[in-house]
């Protein structure tokens, strides 16, 4: 007990002091369940999700990506997805959460003696020139990169010198250790075929307003890829331009990758029956009817579109696949109502969401 009044006055004490100590604008997220990654970039693992109004310290930015206090380590968010606020702007619980890594840091520092060797833990830092978030970046420091910490500046930076070049570092990034990737998505680490169907001189069924299904296919593809790869997963397309690719290597490139899941998009027609509507999903082993009924239900949820069920279908690119595959029939281009759908973006991103529920819904069986 005898300790804790001490403590409290250290932590009012920083509380009062922060707002003066903090340089950096707070960012707000500006998107929902956005990921927040262990570096500044989509090849850095997802170590969670923040959501719109959760407000964050700004500790650095680097190509569009911006470092953030996350769950007492850091973590990056892209500046896409933020609005900042203003010192003025500042809410009490972003004062709040900062002023906690203060104490931690603060208790830190106290026990050590410089100059003492550490190692990086976070997937890149920056060294700086001067002591200033805002001073030239002089070289990026790997995880596991081994430096040594000359002395404390300022009361929140390192002096520090590497085995090529001598700089400063923010004290609170420095100390961090990596967050894990939390596992939050039951995306990470899985690989993902998206196979736009046809393309080039096979333009797959053509529209009443003489469009391709090969264009709509590739379409509705990269829309799928933005959102699968915004959830965690790594994604390889069989095409991502407008040529003639035969099917045999689309199944291959599946088996090769041992892809966790391998998506055949399509769209029908019916010229002969052009009120025919909605969607069909077609895997080819049985074994594959439960992936079957999650993506397709999950399509179904997020477009409403009428239901064809689901089925085998002895297609070349599931025949020849050994990984989990589905083909599926997104529409009909036949029908006048639901080509106008299919040409909406607002539709397409339904569609790519509903594929991405149902995947998800799979892998985290
Ligand atoms: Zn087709």
Redesign the pocket.
Known sequence: MRYIKPLVILIVFILFMSPLVLTADSIKINADDLRVRSGPGTNFDPIGHVNTGDTFEQLDLEDGWIQINYQGSTGWVHQDFVLSVSDDGANPDEETSSTDDTVIETSKSDSVSFPYETTVELAVIHLRAEPDVFSERIAKLKKKTNVTVIDQVDGEWYHVETDEEVGYVKQAILDLKQTEPIGVSPFVGKTIVIDP??GGIDV??ISLDDEY??IH?LITANHLKNKLEARGATIRMTRDDDFYYPLTPRATLSNYLKADLFLSL???SEPSYPTANGIDTYYRNASRIELANDVHQAILTETGANDRGVASGNYSVLRNNRRPGLLL?LGFLSNTQEERLILQRSYQDKLAEGISNGVEKYFSR
């Open positions: 169907g046809h797959g069924a299904e090969s296919t399509h769209y029908n029939e």
